[in-house]
Every structure is written in C-alpha cells, then in structure tokens.
C-alpha cells in the first residue's frame, strides 16, 4: 500500500467526527492491506511507530524535525521557525513550505518509486537505529530525505506521526471496532480481539493475525513473559453495605490498598522486566525492584502483579504517591533510588515456570504467590484478612487508614474468581477513604480543553474541561470544569503542560456541548483525580446523558493531583459515575 493512500484515509478520519463513519474509512483500509504492513497502519493510526511497550524511540524532537524541513525546503531556519509559529502545526508546514526538490540526501534514503508502508517503517527504522557521535545530523539528513520524495499529504502525516501529534484521536477501541468490521463482518464481534489484546497489548500483533489467520490465531494468543498485559481493575461502590451484596462471595479477602505505582513484573531467570499501568516499560526506572525480584523471587519463571510504594525502611512507614514520583526519571536514577527506596508489595502472581494462573481462583493464586515471595523488608506479599464479617472489613479499614494507606481492596474467593485481564469486575471491589465529601471516591478524568483565565489567572487558565471515557463509544465525554485545588505553581505551569497537546479544534472522540466549548483544545492524555462534593444532572454536560438529553456532572469539583501512570482509556467510566449517581 502507498503511504499517500493512508495519509489520504487519515485526511478523511480528520473531517469526521462520528465513530461509524471512522470504523468505515479504517475497516477499508485494512481490507486492502497486505498482512505484513496491516500491523504498522495500526501503529500509524494510533500515533505510534511500533507497540508502546517496545519503548521503540525516533529520538527527534520539534527542532531536529524543523531542521529536517530546512534542509528539505532549502530554507532557512528562521523561515521554518516562524512558519511553526504561524501555523502552530510542523505537518501543516511540512505540507505548505516544501517545494518539490531534487533529493540531496539519496545516501541517507532513496526509493524509486512511490513511499510504500514498507518504505515508511524502512526510515522510521533508520532513523531508530542511528546513534552515537553525529546520530543528530544523520537523522535529520533521513527524515530531509524522506520528506524529499513525498507528497504534501504524506509529508503532512509522516511529520505528525514523527512528532507524535496526530489530530484525528482514533483510540483502540474504534481500530479494534475496525478490525472485526473488516474481517469479521461486525463490530459486534470486537470483544472476542479485545480479550486477545488485552492479554499481548500489541494492537498491531492482533492486525497480523486476524489478517492471516481469522479467530483461529486470535484464539492461539496468551500471556507471554516480557510482553505486558492489562491489569485486572476493581470495581467501586458507594455504600460500604454493598461489598457484600456485589463480591458474589462468603469469604472475603480484604487486602492493603496502596497509594503508589501498579507495576506488572517479568522473570525469566535473571532477566526481569517492569511494566507499568499503561505498559510502558519501566525497568530503567526501578533498579531496586528488578534486583529484588531476581533475589526473593524463588522461581524461574513468574510474572507479578503488585505496587511500587515510596518507603521509609528505617521507619517502617509508607510516603505518598508524590514521593513516588519523584523516581520517575531518566537520570540520577540511582540517586534517588538511595533517597526514594521502594517497596514492592504483590498481590497476584499470573504466570509461574510456563504455566498461565488466569483461571486458577484467588484463592489459588493467591497460594502460588505465598510459595514463591521470600519476604523481606523490601518486597512482600500485601497484607490481608480473610472474613465472611463486615464489620472487620471496616476494622481493617481503619487500621490501613492509620498506616498512611488508600484503603482497602476487598477480594472475592468464590472459585471463579479468576484474574481477568483489562476487565473492572465486582471481584475485586476497592474501598478508600471519605476525604470530607458526600462523593466516598475521586474520579480519575481526562482533560480535554482549557479556559482562558482572568484576573490573577490572566496569564495561565482559568480552568479545565474535564470529561469521563465511555469505552462503548470510545468517546470522551464531560463532566465538568475544573478551577480549584491549584497550588500557584502548579496553576502557573498550566499552559506550558498542556503546551504539547494543544489542538486547533476539538478532538474527534470528545462529545462536548456549545454551552461549555472551551477557550482551548487538548488531544485527551492528561489525567487529573479530581474530587467533589456530589454528582448531579446537568443540561450542559454530555457524560451519561439521558433520553432527556442531560447529563451528569461533579459539583464543586477540586484537584487532587495528576495521575501520569494512568492512559486516558484507563479514567473514570461513564458507567462508572452513572452508577455513583444512581447509588448516591
């Protein structure tokens, strides 16, 4: 396939704003795919060059690429530098300021004929693999190349997925829509990748096998060590009562909630990888956790489920997530890994010596993970109680609350309390503190747009438009504004935050009403907890809307911090808050 043929389907996905209109224009492109190049269409969709986890890095950021235009254009620096300015968008001036010239960098890259998918991901790795003294100048002589022999519309396109500003928003979930429409004849039939996806979380990987194999592969895909899986998540409740009404079990394991990082972990031996929530590989940044699971794990295989928590040894006492984050970081690790110690408490192991746990029970699980774990005071098993008793649920409770924890997550032990990867199920039900407000849980939302400020806000944002997911629509849809919270920091560092995510009109899978149309737009990355007084119907405001056509949103809703470990599609649910609303 041309690239041009994809660049012009991604010019259409621009102009639409509905989700069957997009599962159209996608789910005919991978129809005339060829199964080796289906994969990397996905990743281009989405805005990547490979699967996430592969931590695959173009290492070109805004100037190299205006460098590479300059060099392209035979123009000036300057001249690029204020035409970026002007347009506010590298692929628009890719698209606008380069002429149709001679390619002076053929030894750096050169086709014959027209850019194939083949071609692109051909640069693209060239581009990856160059490194070391002068790798700077050598790929921006690549992509000068590249955008040499392309059209405008390529040139557009391939700047963007460079620079990782892709401005259609089509989430997983529409290309997974896409994919089952194009090869299964129904979106309906998307569930059956989904559950594949969730296990190997290689969009691209699904494509390839789908395309070759039907459901026959899809069924083969399992877990498989060094390749991250979505975590099973719990469900919430607004009344403590209604534990035991929804657990669907007598027994309840009532474990620690911690207020750190969930960190999925790898071991092969003496290989051992770390994953984060949104299955980014974190193993650079936790040196501590990898040397520990190498030692006090006493099996050869095993992959772990549990949190990284900031950790005063000496005291035996958890910091907070804020702590935490501060090891986030791609130098001075081992500085702040002596300043930061981290504990890392399991509370599931799902593979072990070659055999998946996933449809063991908890109980079992559970068993396995006690067998392996040499505890020591940095890394254990989380602690628990087993009860049939609410009233030492809330015992427990109390005593995680005094030991500077979230709360608590309470288990089920029926015998089909499997490990459900990516699922929010009543199986695990977490329960964390009232923080003073009628609303017993904060909501993790997505901002997607911003408000111009006035007063002593002139010069930063007034305040947020925060919006919930709705995962059946792969949409985003609002909840509320958010100005409160702020310390004058953080206030302050608003504009340069969002600087990178700034778009010239709403995102495609964003509902949002005139009535709250933001002074500003965001591609939805940042997630923000937030937390309010209560939720209400509302007119202006589109998550769970009603035959009525109201919605419901926070009252008085306040920052509490950012959540950088979680994606976007791992926010609050709609569901989520219809649920709180009609149970508050």
């Known amino acids: 396939m041309l690239f041009k043929d994809l660049s012009e389907a991604f010019e259409e996905l621009e102009k639409v704003s509905s989700q069957t209109e997009m599962i159209k224009i996608l789910a005919d492109i991978f129809k005339q795919a060829d199964e080796d190049e289906i994969d990397k269409i996905c990743y281009y969709t989405l805005g990547e060059t490979a699967a996430s986890y592969k931590k695959v890095t173009l290492g070109m950021a805004e100037k190299i690429v205006q460098q590479s235009i300059s060099l392209a254009s035979n123009l000036d620096i300057d001249v690029i530098k204020d035409e ?106 998307k569930p059956k990748l989904e559950a594949a996806y969730n296990l190997c979380s290689d969009i691209g990987l699904i494509a390839h096998v789908l395309d070759k194999e039907r459901l026959t ?125 981290v504990k890392y408490m399991l509370f599931d192991v799902i593979y072990r010596d070659g055999q998946s746990l996933m449809k063991k029970s908890y109980p079992e699980r559970r068993k396995n993970l006690e067998e392996i774990v040499e505890k020591n005071n940095l ?7 087993l009860t049939d008793n609410l009233d030492e649920v809330d015992e427990f409770f109390q005593e995680c609350l005094n030991n500077n924890l979230e709360g608590v997550v309470c288990k089920s032990c029926s015998p089909r309390s499997y490990y459900q990867a990516g699922a929010r199920k009543y199986y695990w039900i977490k329960w964390k503190k009232d923080y003073a407000s009628e609303l017993r849980d904060t909501l993790d939302l997505v901002v997607i747009g911003a408000y111009s400020g006035r007063g002593r806000r002139r010069n930063t944002y007034g305040s947020l438009l925060c919006t919930a997911y709705n995962p059946e629509k792969d949409a985003f849809q609002t909840v509320c504004k958010l100005g409160t919270g702020f310390s004058d920091p953080e206030l302050e560092n608003l504009p340069q935050k969002f600087r990178q995510f700034l778009i010239n009109s709403k995102p495609a899978r964003a509902e949002v009403l ?28 589109t998550c769970a809307q009603d035959e009525t056509g109201k919605g419901i949103s926070l009252r008085f809703p306040r920052f509490i911090r950012w959540r950088p470990e979680k994606s976007p599609e791992d926010a609050t649910t709609t569901t989520e808050i219809l649920n709180m609303y009609t149970e508050q």
């Open 84 to 189: 970026t300015n002007n347009l506010g968008d590298l692929g628009e001036v890719a698209f606008t300021i380069i002429e149709n010239n001679d390619n002076r960098f053929k030894t750096f890259f050169d086709i014959e004929n027209g850019l194939t998918i083949q071609d692109i991901d051909n640069g693209l790795n060239k581009i990856t693999m160059s490194s070391g003294s002068g790798s700077a100048e050598v790929k921006q002589k690549i992509l000068a190349a590249m955008l040499s022999i392309a059209s405008p519309i390529e040139r557009k396109y391939l700047v963007r997925l460079i620079t990782r500003t892709m401005e259609f928003g089509v989430g997983e979930a529409t290309v997974l829509n896409a994919l089952a429409s194009a090869f299964l004849g129904s979106k309906k039939e």
């Open 217 to 341: 592969g899809i069924k083969k895909i399992n877990i498989t060590l060094h390749i991250p899986m979505k975590p099973m998540l719990a469900q919430r409740v607004s009344k403590f009562s209604e534990i035991k009404q929804k657990i669907n079990s007598s027994l309840i394991a009532v474990e620690e909630k911690y207020d750190g990082e969930r960190i999925e972990a790898h071991k092969d031996g003496q290989t051992v990888t770390l994953f984060s929530r949104r299955l980014t590989d974190v193993t650079t940044q936790y040196p501590d956790i990898v040397e520990n699971v190498k030692r006090y794990i006493k099996t050869e295989q095993a992959i772990l489920d549990g949190e990284a928590v900031a950790y005063n040894v000496k005291e035996d006492v958890f910091y907070p997530f804020q702590k935490l984050m501060q090891r986030r970081r791609k130098y001075n690790v081992e500085e702040y890994m002596k300043n930061i110690p």
């Open 379 to 385: 890394i254990n098993v989380a602690n628990r109680r």
């Open 514 to 541: 005139k009535t709250v149309e933001p002074t500003y737009y965001f591609t939805p990355k940042i997630v923000v907890e937030v937390l309010g007084a209560e939720l209400t119907k509302s007119p202006i405001h």
